[in-house]
């Protein structure tokens, strides 16, 4: 078994503006297809080390109790237009270790985007607890959907991130 899924789809779009999506706090809630996301608040990401907060509910899955809170997006990996990684920090302790992304690679058809949900590091706590992938496969197909409507919409710029 592993402790990573990959899915990857073709979205008819410059990765310029799906990164776009990437960046913007909002964009994540706009293209969360579990329904845990509902809402975000921090700017526009540029680097690695940038952070923005999360507003959560956890009864959008129904498998663990913990209701609606908040966690920190810190961005781990970030290569403009072709790589964004990040993992979430929150109130839990021991912090957990799992990290989501996106790769994005231009192909003739728009932009091969990869999305990945990576929990080979979590702390041994979280492996026992048996709560992972806490994100299936179905639900990261689903989110790059969603992503490839949104991203060919034209996803509006947060006007006060650029």
Excluded: C
């Excluded at 990857?8 to 329904?35: E, K, M, N």
């Excluded at 990945?116 to 496969?137: K, L």
């Amino acid at each position: 078994m592993t402790d990573r899924i990959e899915v990857q789809r073709t979205i008819d779009a410059p990765a310029s503006d799906i990164f776009a999506v990437l960046t913007d706090p909002q964009g994540h809630v706009a293209i969360d297809a579990t329904g845990m996301l509902q809402d975000a608040e921090g700017d526009r990401v540029r680097a690695a080390g940038d952070t923005f907060v999360v507003h959560m509910d956890r009864e959008a899955l129904n498998d663990f109790p913990m209701g609606k809170y908040d966690v920190t997006v810190s961005i781990r990996d970030f290569e403009q237009d072709a790589l964004i990684s990040w993992t979430i920090l929150g109130r839990i302790r021991p912090q957990i270790g799992h990290v989501y992304g996106y790769r994005l690679q231009p192909t003739a058809d728009g932009t091969l985007v990869t999305s990945f949900y990576d929990w080979s590091d979590i702390d041994q706590h979280w492996r026992d607890a048996g709560i992972f992938p806490v994100i299936s496969e179905s639900a990261l197909r689903a989110t790059l959907g969603i992503l490839d409507r949104t991203a060919k919409r034209g996803y509006p710029r947060s006007s006060t991130n650029g």
